[in-house]
Structure formats: C-alpha cells, structure tokens
T-cell receptor, first 108, second 114 residues
Framework: RKEVEQDPGPFNVPEGATVAFNCTYSNSASQSFFWYRQDCRKEPKLLMSVYSSGNEDGRFTAQLNRASQYISLLIRDSKLSDSATYLCVARVVGQFYFGTGTSLTVIP | SAVISQKPSRDICQRGTSLTIQCQVDSQVTMMFWYRQQPGQSLTLIATANQGSEATYESGFVIDKFPISRPNLTFSTLTVSNMSPEDSSIYLC???????????FGSGTRLTVV
C-alpha cells in the first residue's frame, strides 16, 4: 500500500467554483503534512502546511483528520491561475512521502 | 526559505554516458535530498546526502548507478551513470530549511536519454 494516496483527477471546474481534494496516509506515525503545488514542467512549491486544528490562507483551507488519517485541501473562488497539480505530502521521521498528485484545471 | 540553484536545467544525453547534476543552496543545511520524477508520476526519493558521510540510498537505487557527493553544507551533486532511456526523468534536489517547514526544491533537471 502506498504511504500517501490521492485521487489523481483530473478535476475540471469553472472559475469561481469551490473544489476539494482529499488525501489519505497509511502511517499513523506521520508527524506533519503539507500540500504542494506543481505547475507543468516546474518544481513542486510549498502551498501550505496542514495542522490538526486546520489552517486557512486566503482562498485555501487545509484540514487534518488524524483519526481517519486523511487530509484535505479546499479551494474557494477558483481562479484560472489555480490550474496545477496538487501534491499531498506526509512526513514520517524525517522522510517525506509524496502522493501522485491531483490535477486541477480551472475553466473560464 | 532556502534558495536552491540547480543545473543543468535540461540535457539530452547518449545512452552509456553519465551526467552530473549540481545543487547549490544559499544557506547551510544538514541534509540534502535527491528525487526523481518520471513522467506522470510523483516524486521518488533516490537518496539522502549528509555532509561528511556516505549518502543513504532508498530501495531500488544504488551508489554505482547514482553516486552522490556532499563536500560541504551548501552543495551536492548527483551523477546518473551509464544512462539508458529508462533514466529519462526529472531529477530534483531539495532541502528542509527548518523542521516542520516542508521541503524547498531546486528547479529540476529534465534528462532525456537517447
């Protein structure tokens, strides 16, 4: 079983829509969690960390559910510039495990 | 966060040859990480490079194929040796600037082996 699993999508949504991605992790010892964004032919860039209490950064909200071992990313009021692949990451004792990514395309 | 300069950004190489990828970080870091991202796939960790000791390789990766150097706390190289078309991929170096802050990645090296 993979350490981190994501729905690969693709998600095609209209501008202004709200979209949510979920990600599950298998290792209950995972210590911290992140969402990365990767644009086509570019390196991944940290979007936000995920905390147990949930955290929000503008239009983006990330939440962690340790009991069910999943994390989520909610994007409100989608912009064309949000089109990218979103990678879910779990950190276990110094090593990062990446999901395969969820592809999002925001359509005009 | 740390800034990483990675080069070359891309290369096309003949099978059987070797390519060395360099990463320079603008601050001192204990560990540097080398990843591979094959087309349509997520990132796979190749090895962790610590200054002053041998790199630690993940399952499926060996030192003879991917020798790594880590001469100081700001620099590392990864060599892809005796290349075959299956080595065509994006290779990325990364660092963790501070615990809990996630990784910062270099811009990647897009390798095509013909």
């Amino acid at each position: 079983r993979k350490e981190v699993e994501q729905d690969p999508g693709p998600f095609n949504v209209p501008e202004g829509a709200t979209v949510a991605f979920n990600c599950t992790y298998s290792n209950s010892a995972s210590q911290s969690f992140f969402w990365y964004r990767q644009d086509c032919r570019k390196e991944p860039k940290l979007l936000m960390s995920v905390y147990s209490s949930g955290n929000e950064d503008g239009r983006f909200t990330a939440q962690l559910n340790r009991a069910s071992q999943y994390i989520s990313l909610l994007i409100r009021d989608s912009k064309l510039s949000d089109s990218a692949t979103y990678l879910c990451v779990a950190r276990v004792v110094g090593q990062f495990y990446f999901g395969t990514g969820t592809s999002l395309t925001v359509i005009p | 966060s740390a800034v990483i300069s990675q080069k070359p950004s891309r290369d096309i190489c003949q099978r059987g040859t070797s390519l060395t990828i360099q990463c320079q970080v603008d601050s001192q870091v204990t560990m540097m990480f080398w990843y591979r991202q094959q087309p349509g796939q997520s990132l796979t960790l190749i090895a962790t490079a610590n200054q002053g000791s041998e790199a630690t390789y993940e399952s499926g990766f060996v030192i003879d194929k991917f020798p790594i150097s880590r001469p100081n706390l700001t620099f590392s190289t990864l060599t892809v040796s005796n290349m075959s078309p299956e080595d065509s991929s994006i290779y990325l170096c990364s660092v963790e600037p501070g615990t809990g802050y996630g990784y910062t990645f270099g811009s990647g090296t897009r390798l095509t082996v013909v």
